[in-house]
Each structure stands twice: as structure tokens, then as C-alpha cells.
DNA sequence: TGGAATACTAAACACTGTTCATTAAGTTTG
DNA sequence: CAAACTTAATGAACAGTGTTTAGTATTCCA
């Protein structure tokens, strides 16, 4: 029965397609400018073909959305190696920054737009968030058991450093850093970060 | 030379009236239902009056926000009068978690969305937004001056609190804490803000 | 070979923000 | 007072959006 395996193969690929052009259009062209229309003309179908794969254009930026976890999974994930875990969270501090700046729609998909979570039905689980946050939390952890950080709850920890680092880089992104010229945005940015590490320091 | 005068008014009012019924709309039935069209329905106008005082959405937009940021400047000023600049920050902390719990819509438009910030030319300043972030300014400045915090920057110290605070609330209201059971999120948040307060405590 | 399943699409629906020619009303002036 | 001018308001149209559906090809299997 390989006719059946090959059609669902063939399907997961036309699906895969529309999802890689969909996603390097909105890195290219911008949110705005990704209309459900003009994705059907780059990949040479109708509007319509694009139901059969997505249940609608929630899901479809739902799916954008994980790539782009993955991908910023992957960055994050050059700290991994760094034994030492205050190092380590230092450095996730740094790759967080840096992935915002250089990818700021993949960011605002990721942690700011309504889109992917409206079509995550209200019970169930947002994996790939959730996969990012245990990474930063084992890493907290261990920073408070080998004392490298002042002993505190680690759920209050976790929220308050996730909290931090998403306010300073939405502000920058959805301009509301507007008292300060856009070139001293970075050096804020690093500045509060490594103020606000040196206050959990142990 | 009465009769300008009159028809300005007129006008001004007629502005009001519209900025007055597209902020109720925006409340009740929130941004995506607030359309030109369902407003000029609203107001029992055409839908093209709206631009005889308003250049476009955008700018109608903004004009809500503004109406949105003096009553905030209206709440975080019950504080005012607390003479300890400790505990004035600790009260305006609360009192920006209760605002933005109470007008999440208004929070959005506010500190989120991107429309506001559109109607807003590249160059030209954002009033309502530099007098909120100066009376925080200010009171941090005396927090420090009396030795209440630990001394930094104030500048960074600033850009700290506004972030953490905004991102705590963006989080929340964005629907990316779905790591913990929405009646957790209140006690996180207050958990996150007083862990905070206690690290920067001189 | 005929019937069922699948893939796809054109067209329509109900919206959106925005523009513009036209109408109606009010104001000023000869 | 009537004519000319100014302003306010609108209906209709434009160009776009996400989404649904009826209908058409094409492929598969008994």
C-alpha cells in the first residue's frame, strides 16, 4: 500500500511549501503585507488551496510561529554547551537581544501578535513556548544551587527574568522607547540587562 | 465676529463626540469589532464624516490612546502624594498591574499595539508618553538621592522598572504565560514585582 | 470501464479602510 | 432679497481582506 503512503507524503510536502513561502514572506514583505491572496499568487494557487492545508490564516501564522521557535531554540541553544550556568544565563541574555534585533517579526509572531494564540484552543498546550521557558528555568536553577544567584523562588524568578527581557525588546519593537533616540536603544538595552544581572547576583 | 467661533466649537465638539463614542466602542466590544463603519453607525453619521476630523484610523486611534493615557496619569497619581519615594514607586507599582487588570484594552492600545504609534510622524514626540515615564523618572531619582535604592543609572534604572513592569503585564494580556494557570498569573505578578523591589532596595 | 475519492479553483459573501463627486445647508455679499 | 461662496455630510465606488461553497477536473480502485 505505497500509493496511500506516497499521497499523505505528497500532501505534508505541498503543506511545507506553503508554510516556507509563507514564512520567507513575512520576512520579507512584513506582516501587513501577507495576505492569504498574495501568498496564493507567489506559490501559484488559488486562496482557496491554502484551506485544505490550514484550517484558516490563525493557524497558518500559528505554524509560522513554531518555525521561528525552532529557530530561535536553535540560537539559544549555542549556550547550552557553557558548563558554568551564570555564564550560560549571561550569555542567553546576550542571544535573546540579539535574536530580537536581527529578527524582529519572527520576535513580534513569537511574543506579541494575537494571531498564534487564538488558534491555540483555550485548554490546550503551547509546546514550544513552553520548551524555551524550562530551558531558561534548569538554567536558573542551577544558577541558585551553585549559588551564583541570591536564593528565590524559581517560578518568581523565572517569570521576573522572561518579563525583563520581553519588555525591554517589545518596547524597542512596538516603539515605545520614544524618550531615547533609536542609537542609544542597544546600549539601554545591554545596560539594564547587565544591571539587572548584577542585582540577582549572589 | 461670533459665528467662526461658534462653528469651531461645533466642530470640536462634534470631534469629542466621535472620540467619545469610538473610545466606549473600543471598551465594550473591543479593537476588532470597533470598525469605521460600525462607529459611523454608532454616531448615526456616514462613515466618511469620520475623516472630516480625523486624518484616518490611525489617527483616531491615537486620539484614544491619548484619552487613555490621562486616565492612567489620573490613577498612578493617587500616589503622588506619598511623600517616601519608596513607598510611592511600590504604590505606583500596584496601581499599574490594577490599570492594566482592569483596562486590558486600554493597556493594549497603550503600550502594545502598533496603530497609535503609525499616526505618530518618524520624528515628532510622544507627549503623554514622556510625562508618565518623567513622573516615574522622578521618583526614582528620589529614591536614589534619599538612599532608598541602590545607586545606578538613573536612566537605566528607569528603562529597567518600565520594562519589567510592561513586560510582566504584555505577557499576560498577550496570552504567552500559559506556562502557569491563569489564577496564578495575579500572584506571579505581584510575586515577580515585590522580588524585584527587594533586589534593588539599597 | 464506471464510480468514488481527491485536488483544485472561480466566484461569491461579507467585511475592511479610504476617496471622491454630488447634494444640502448655512453664510456672506452685491 | 437673491446670487455666490463656503462648509458639512453622504452614497457610491475602489481596492483590498479572510472565508465558504459549488463545481470541475484528475486520479485511484474495484
Known amino acids: 500500500m505505497g500509493i496511500t503512503e506516497r499521497k499523505e507524503r505528497e500532501r505534508q510536502e505541498k503543506r511545507e511549501l506553503i508554510l516556507r513561502e509563507a514564512t520567507q514572506m513575512f520576512l520579507q514583505e512584513g506582516y501587513e503585507k501577507t495576505s492569504l491572496r498574495s501568498l496564493a499568487d507567489r506559490i501559484e494557487y488559488s486562496a482557496a488551496t491554502i484551506y485544505l492545508y490550514f484550517k484558516d490564516k490563525n493557524e497558518l501564522f500559528f505554524a509560522i510561529h ?45 511574543f506579541i501578535m494575537s494571531q498564534p494564540m487564538v488558534a491555540l484552543a483555550e485548554d490546550c498546550d503551547w509546546d514550544c513556548g513552553f520548551r524555551t521557558f524550562n530551558f531558561l528555568k534548569s538554567t536558573i536553577q542551577e544558577c541558585i544551587e551553585q549559588g551564583y544567584m541570591k536564593k528565590m523562588d524559581l517560578d518568581i524568578a523565572a517569570v521576573s527574568i522572561t518579563s525583563f527581557m520581553h519588555g525591554v525588546v517589545s518596547l524597542v519593537i512596538r516603539k515605545r522607547l520614544k524618550m531615547y533616540p533609536p542609537e542609544q536603544h542597544r546600549a539601554l538595552m545591554s545596560g539594564s540587562v547587565e544591571q539587572m544581572m548584577s542585582l540577582m547576583r549572589a
Open 66 to 110: 513554531e518555525q521561528a521557535f525552532d529557530y530561535f531554540f536553535a540560537k539559544l541553544s549555542i549556550a547550552a554547551p557553557i558548563a558554568n550556568p551564570w555564564d550560560r544565563l549571561q550569555k542567553m541574555g546576550d542571544l535573546y537581544i540579539e535574536f530580537a534585533h536581527q529578527n524582529p517579526e519572527f520576535y513580534d509572531l513569537m
